[in-house]
């Protein structure tokens, strides 16, 4: 018995070691984790000071790099999502959710499709004044204009939607709103959610990824094309025909197709599901490119630049939410942000400007676009001037949500709230 009870208390303090003998020798080549971690610094002695320890200061913060740094911490990361996955249907990735039969969604979505990020009419329709107000300005210089509306997994698959949320009590959308008074104000545009529920039950292979969040490669191929014929419409110019000579079918799924279930960080993989992917050729018989492109959208549009859209245009810039020039984007890697001074000239560079949006980014107004080149064109124009805070809280994702809650604890509209901070933020800072 004593040596059973010896070789089990020499067992747990073998475990217990084994962190320190994989920080120490890194006897397991371990996984890295998906997703966006800021790990902190490795522990320095040098930050003990008397007044940090009696402050707690040096306690916490020591915690919290070895927490960071300890030894099988990516393992023993996802054992515990795993755990929790597996028997709750509970993840551990911020803001994405599991949805009825194993459908994954970001959470944002389906927010915004039940309405509950509606930013209001009046918001709403002196962005899109602006907007049409810019469009013209554009027809007069020579310039193409085209709002895209990218679509939405929420939206394209409601029916997957967990009952929490409530989707069959969904009221007035950004969406619905914006696309309706978009119609009416004749601004030229491309719904692409339309086009994809059009397809919903007749397309031959899945336009939107069980596992990832934005549309499969396969449903970007095909927009690929409708965007061309589009963007020839507008322009007046042929472009190089597209061909998918074949599509190939796996079970190994890749990229964005599988980029909500990378960020799970689980052990064993996600149930089988197949997808397809094209194989695309660009037919550029007696074909000059001359096209120069700007492109204002969210992250879908990666999709198209990295591997297709460079066949097709001479020239193209990606302004990736209106703030970043892609593909410099990176917050680690030294962003390299779009140099916005004289934007008139800047936008006679091109001959279309594209402006794409996905149902989750709605809210944030087009990230300003509106405003910032309806000042270009119209400098004396003045907005109110608690409306730059308003734009703030609006491109802001945490402070945005917050008035989400703020909005339903108050009984008030999600307009009125942001409109009453913004205001009492201008007050403040101009005192």
């Known amino acids: 018995m004593k040596i059973l009870k010896g070789s089990f208390v020499i067992l ?38 008397w007044d940090r320890w009696f402050s707690s200061e040096f306690q916490e913060t020591i915690s919290n790099q070895v927490e960071d740094h300890i030894g099988l911490r990516n393992t023993f990361f996802r054992i515990h999502n795993e755990y929790d996955y597996r028997l709750f249907g509970v993840t551990h990735a911020k803001g994405f959710i599991r949805g009825e039969e194993g459908y994954l969604f970001e959470e944002d979505y389906i927010r915004e499709y039940t309405g509950e990020f509606f930013i209001g009419k009046e918001t709403i329709d002196y962005k899109l004044k602006k907007l049409k107000d810019v469009q013209q300005q554009f027809q007069k210089e020579g310039i193409g ?94 472009l190089p025909e597209i061909r998918i000579p074949e599509i190939r079918v796996s079970d190994s799924l890749i990229w964005t197709d599988k980029d909500i279930g990378d960020m799970l960080n689980l052990i064993f993989p996600l149930p089988e599901v197949t997808m397809a992917y094209p194989k695309i050729e660009f037919d550029t018989t007696n074909f000059t490119r001359n096209l120069s492109v700007l492109v204002v959208a ?114 008030t509209t999600l307009e009125n709230i942001i409109r009453k901070d913004a205001k009492y933020l201008y007050k403040t800072e101009n005192r």
């Open 12 to 49: 747990i303090l073998c475990m217990l070691s084994l962190p320190l003998f994989q920080k120490e020798l890194s006897l397991v080549n371990e996984k890295r984790l998906n997703g966006f971690f800021r790990l902190q610094s490795e522990p320095e002695l040098e930050f003990l000071t």
């Open 145 to 238: 204009f085209l709002l895209v509306f990218e679509p939405g997994k929420a939206s394209f698959h409601p029916e997957y939607i967990p009952e929490i949320y409530h989707p069959e009590k969904r009221s007035i959308s950004n969406y619905d709103y914006i696309t309706k008074r978009s119609k009416e104000l004749d601004i030229p545009m491309m719904n692409l959610n339309e086009y994809f529920l059009l397809m919903k039950d007749t397309s031959r292979f899945p336009l939107f990824p069980k596992y990832g969040m934005h549309w499969s490669i396969y449903g970007a191929t095909l927009v690929l094309d409708t965007l061309k014929q589009h963007i020839e419409k507008v322009c007046q110019t042929p």
């Open 298 to 411: 969210d992250s879908y549009y990666i999709n198209l630049i990295n591997d297709y859209t460079g066949n097709l245009f001479e020239d193209e810039e990606y302004w990736y939410y209106n703030s970043k020039l892609y593909p410099d984007i990176i917050d680690d890697q030294e962003p390299v942000y779009v140099d916005k001074n004289n934007l008139k000239e800047k936008f006679r560079e091109f001959d279309i400007i594209l402006l794409m949006v996905s149902e989750i980014n709605l809210h944030c107004g087009f990230w300003n676009f509106p405003d910032e080149a309806y000042q270009a064109y119209f400098p004396e124009h003045s907005d109110p001037i608690w409306y730059p805070f308003e734009n703030r809280i609006r491109n802001e994702p945490e402070w945005f949500r917050f008035m989400v809650k703020k909005a339903k604890e108050n009984h």
